[in-house]
């Protein structure tokens, strides 16, 4: 039985009839569900997932992070449709220790203590993954889970419809702004320029020189698009 | 389309029930739960619509008392197709009565009901189906009965099972002929709604790549072109715009080098 509340929200997002995936009251849903901050990430067919709704002050610097690293619960989810509860990633018992080495001592650093990450799929078929985390540990409630798996499924069924929309309308599914790590791109088109690479070969140097740095993506995309850093093909930086 | 229908029913002869094809006789019961089994088993991949539909023809004539069976579809604009046929004369006959628009499948879909048993060698059968009855006497065939393809109020299709002996089909065997066809119609139905969901997926898929070619390519252009992001951007477009262009296949251009010079190179001053 899905949240009265969340129920009315989604209602509200069956008549959204602008272009693109409606925005989704994604702040609320974190508030019913208990949690800080939820995001929505997008990964049709186990594509590199795309965070393209969310919600919360950490939710950016969250996906950053698995992002540099290149594992992770969201990751997982969206790419592989794995549901991950982490209740609380101080707990050095938890598996999540062994899977995603250096992952969790990074999101407690973020003044994180609960991840979870619950699959948007439509029976096998992947769309991406709804991820919420908590500062504070401590496992969801039974309800709480009840109304996630909830919201979940009705997103599944959003995504479908617009894109089915969007393809008889020619409108685009995905509307400005749309990508949160569009900046991550950019730096990626001017990397490959400069090194006369592929793009796929200069991703690796950004995520390289983010982790091997201990910084954000983000941060170090911003960098390479304002000229402040350059990075050769040496795995040299030079500002 | 005949040919693709030869190979297919070729392909539909792996589909072995009892001693037809000189395999062991099975008792009836395990028969039965085998053609049920089969025809709910569309959820595998490779799936084809068409030996799917031969699976219901060659199962129909192994459980029924029936000489032949032939399955028409319909398209979404209301076309009936030759979809299946236990054999090449039943399927010969399928495809004139698609031509003539007259026989059994074509009033079964029209009035989405059964078509109750029609014996050909009658005054009636010869007013109702002045084309198709003596074709199918010619064909060796006595009598004829239809079932829909429906789900609902959805009718997708329909079922033909001709008999070569005296007599009507006995009414429990049209019943279970009718199951065949209702279980046969639930398997193409939920096949068409995962190939539509899959459809969109590669839709969605197709937008979020080409969301990121284009970031990805505005970067490389502010870089050959000594300019910031925005500004490469607004180049992109006027370009693409100029040549009647798509936008993504302009970015794949720029990312791969081939754009036009004029794109790529900051002009001259």
Known sequence: MIHPVMADYLRALGTHSGPGLAPLPLAACADMLGLDGLGLLLAPGARPAELVQSSGERTLALEDLQRVQGQGPSLEAACHGALMLLPDVADTSAFAVERWPGLPGAIEALDVRAVFAFPVRIGVIALGALIGHRTRPGPMSTDELADAFGLADTIAQIIIATAAHAEASHTLVLDEPGLHFAEVHQATGMLAAQLDSDCDHALIRLRGHAFSHDRPLLDVARDVLARRLYLDDNGIASN | ?269
């Open chain 2, 1 to 269: 389309m005949a040919t693709e229908n030869g190979r297919l029913w070729e392909g539909g002869l792996r589909i072995t029930l009892g001693g037809e094809w000189g395999m062991p006789e099975l008792p009836r019961e395990e028969q039965l739960a085998a053609a049920f089994v089969d025809l709910a088993d569309t959820l595998v991949q490779d799936f084809d619509v068409i030996g799917f539909l031969h699976s219901l023809a060659e199962h129909c004539v192994a459980l029924l008392d029936v000489a032949a069976a032939g399955v028409l579809l319909t398209t979404p604009g209301g076309q009936l197709v030759d979809a299946a046929a236990s054999d090449e004369r039943t399927r010969q006959l399928e495809l004139a009565s698609i031509e003539w628009d007259e026989g059994p499948c074509r009033d079964c879909f029209r009035t989405k009901r059964q078509v109750p048993n029609v014996p050909f060698a009658t005054e009636a059968a010869r007013m109702r189906w002045p084309r198709f009855a003596p074709r199918a006497l010619e064909a060796g065939f006595t009598s004829v009965v239809a079932a829909p393809l429906r789900l609902h109020n959805q009718v997708i299709g329909a079922l033909n099972l001709f008999r070569d002996q005296p007599g009507p089909l006995d009414d429990s065997q049209l019943r279970l002929g009718q199951a065949l066809a209702d279980t046969a119609t639930i398997g193409v139905l939920q096949q068409r709604a995962v190939s539509e969901q899959m459809t969109v997926t590669a839709q969605l898929q197709t937008a979020l790549d080409s969301r990121i070619i284009i970031e990805q390519a505005k970067g490389y252009l502010a870089h050959r072109r000594e300019t910031g992001v925005e500004e490469a951007f607004s180049l992109m477009r006027r370009h693409a715009r100029d040549r009647q262009m798509r936008l993504t296949e302009l970015a794949r251009q720029v990312l791969r080098g081939t754009a036009d010079p004029s794109l790529l190179e900051r002009p001259r001053q």
